[in-house]
Nanobody, 121 residues
Framework: QVQLVESGGGLVQAGGSLRLSCAVS????????MGWFRRAPGKEREFVAA????????HYTDSVKGRFTISRDNRKNTVYLQMNSLKPEDTAVYYC??????????????WGQGTQVTVSS
């Protein structure tokens, strides 16, 4: 079973940057697709970005394209989300999960604790 531990959130001013990390344990397959989701206050959890470990392809929701970059450290089995030019509307709890490529829905029915990102205006 894959375990997920997110970290790296914090408080940042608009225009700033943060890098989130997701440690993936439990012998993930090299064909895995990992992604980031977020839940803003009062809203449903939404897809943010995905990375296919086998093809190295990535996909982003429109609102973060050009600002966020998802990547992977093969040796550490860690997925990163580099977030630049942050906006107040990026404020949310961020979670990682396996992703079904092409549907952008979470594959696992459980979540880590998430990491809070707060962007002040």
């Amino acid at each position: 079973q894959v375990q997920l531990v997110e970290s790296g959130g914090g408080l940042v001013q608009a225009g700033g940057s943060l890098r989130l990390s997701c440690a993936v344990s439990g012998r993930p397959s090299n064909s895995i697709v990992m992604g980031w989701f977020r839940r803003a206050p009062g809203k449903e959890r939404e897809f943010v970005a995905a990375h296919s470990w086998s093809t190295d392809n990535t996909h982003y929701t429109d609102s973060v394209k050009g600002r966020f970059t998802i990547s992977r450290d093969n040796r550490k089995n860690t997925v990163y989300l580099q977030m630049n030019s942050l906006k107040p509307e990026d404020t949310a709890v961020y979670y990682c999960n396996k992703v079904v490529w092409g549907t952008w829905i979470p594959e696992l029915d459980y979540w880590g604790q998430g990491t809070q990102v707060t962007v002040s205006s």
